[in-house]
């Protein structure tokens, strides 16, 4: 009869013994040979007519290593099932040596195996009182306010395209590529088409960019060509970027050089930046394009909010982990072996990932947050029709109903939406347990506030 034993080797850390013997693996042995004998191709027999002894001879010795790794594997993993032990990844083997095994000589076999134990642990920060974390609020400035109205009131504006740059009120379309001080392109930096006003550069840059055309370009440091008080708005709104830019040099190539009538502030105007609201007062459109500003902070400042609850959850939640069994199964689990060394390396990013991944796991399961299928395919829907506009949901379902089916049979997106519903509802829930304190800052205030660790996946 097989048997498994079990020791402590060390914190969550077991050594796993499968001991078989010959009645254990023997018959299915002898099975696997009146198998292949049926099946054989060996040159001389007619298929089917092969004696067993011959196939032993030729192939015994595999069958036979086969079928002990094969009941081992059995025993070890009925075992972990029995006994209910939650493990991280798989057991890893602990025997140096390949063992030889001859098929003339059954007897019995000792293998072992070591496991890291999952730990139990509390989610501590959200009990009640823990965690107090700040939810900021950033106003739009009047500044603020009045550069997007003149960013609307340009886009929309009749245009001319001139020679080269006479004026502050001249419009650029740039080519805008991150690059070193001597204007070398970074690898991986950003690159991007803007559309921006001379006026909106520092002074020096302003000068600078006098009497250039279409296909020039200049290097500049954001921090000196843009002036502090917009860096901001210009970082967020016009790069798109949440990084901190002030240091970074940019390379501007000039693609156009325009001269824009700017539009009235009229009732056409406000439906046209509006087109779904009654607005017919200029104070009524500074006040919705204010709520809008303030609209897309909040998104960002949502987000910081749940990194700040991410890495209080990770760093603060007391969870053991067994890492020198994670060490050693870094070195082995992968796709291909890796040193000591190279797994020393990796660890603590591994063991920021994994804990994230306990905790998560534990609190979607204990409240009930995960998400099923039929939210997920709602979220889609909403998705695609966010893609195509309102148009999309009058103009006959027939095609959105088979783009959804392909959507969701692509693995890829159904995880990704999957994850990215299930965290959001973590974070919501989550965000309940603690506590929030508001605090207005301007948004310069929000984007110099040090950043806590890295973002994890949205």
Do not use: C
């Amino acid at each position: 009869m097989a048997t498994v034993t079990r020791e402590n080797i060390g914190l969550l850390n077991d050594k796993i013994t499968v001991k078989v013997s010959q009645e254990d693996y023997l018959p299915n042995f002898d099975k696997a040979v009146k198998q292949l004998s049926k099946t054989a191709n060996i040159p001389g027999f007619r298929k089917g007519m092969v004696p067993a002894g011959m196939v032993k001879k030729m192939h015994g010795q595999a069958i036979f290593a086969d079928e002990i790794l094969k009941t081992v594997e059995k025993e070890l993993m009925g075992y972990l099932q029995t006994e209910k032990v939650e493990i991280f990844a798989q057991p890893l083997s602990l025997d140096k040596e390949a063992k030889t095994f001859d098929h003339n000589n059954p007897s019995e076999y000792n293998f072992d195996f070591e496991i890291g134990l999952k730990p139990a642990f509390e989610v501590t920060p959200l009990e009640a009182g823990k965690t107090t974390l700040t939810r900021y609020k950033i106003k739009a400035t009047p500044e603020m306010l009045n550069e997007e109205i003149e960013r609307l009131q340009l886009r929309g504006g009749k245009s001319t395209e001139v020679e080269s740059v006479t004026s502050a009120d001249n419009v650029l379309g740039l080519n805008v590529v991150e690059t070193d001080a001597q204007g070398t392109a970074v690898e991986g930096g950003l690159q991007k088409d803007i559309t921006f006003l001379v006026k909106n550069f520092s002074a020096a840059t302003q000068s600078q960019l006098q009497g250039k055309k279409k296909d020039d370009s200049i290097v500049v440091q954001a921090s000196a060509a843009i002036d502090a008080d917009k860096l901001n708005w210009f970082q967020h709104d016009i790069l798109g970027l949440h990084e901190d830019i002030a240091a970074k040099y940019y390379k501007l190539t000039i693609t156009k050089v325009e001269l824009i009538e700017k539009r009235e502030l009229n009732e056409e105007f406000f439906k046209e930046v509006f087109p779904a609201e009654e607005i017919t007062t200029e104070a009524a459109f500074r006040e919705k394009l204010q709520s809008e500003i303030e609209k897309s902070w909040d998104a960002e400042s949502r987000n910081r909010l749940h990194n700040d609850l991410f890495e209080v959850l990770v760093h603060e939640t007391p969870i053991e982990l067994p890492k020198d069994f994670l060490k050693r199964w870094l070195q082995t689990g992968g796709e291909k072996p890796k040193t000591a060394e190279e797994a020393d390396k990796e660890y603590p990013g591994f063991d920021h990932q994994l804990r994230w991944t306990l905790i998560s796991d534990k609190l979607i399961r204990e409240n009930q947050l995960d998400v099923s299928f039929d939210e997920v395919k709602e979220a889609a829907k909403q998705k695609v029709l966010g893609y195509f506009g309102g148009a999309a949901a009058t103009d006959g379902a027939d095609w959105l109903d088979s783009y959804l089916e392909r959507l969701l049979q692509d693995e890829k997106f159904v995880d990704q939406t999957y994850r990215e519903m299930v965290t959001q509802k973590l974070f919501d829930w989550a965000e309940n347990k603690v506590n929030v304190k508001e605090e207005e800052v301007t948004a310069e205030e929000f984007a110099k506030l040090p950043n806590k660790h890295h973002h994890h996946e949205h």
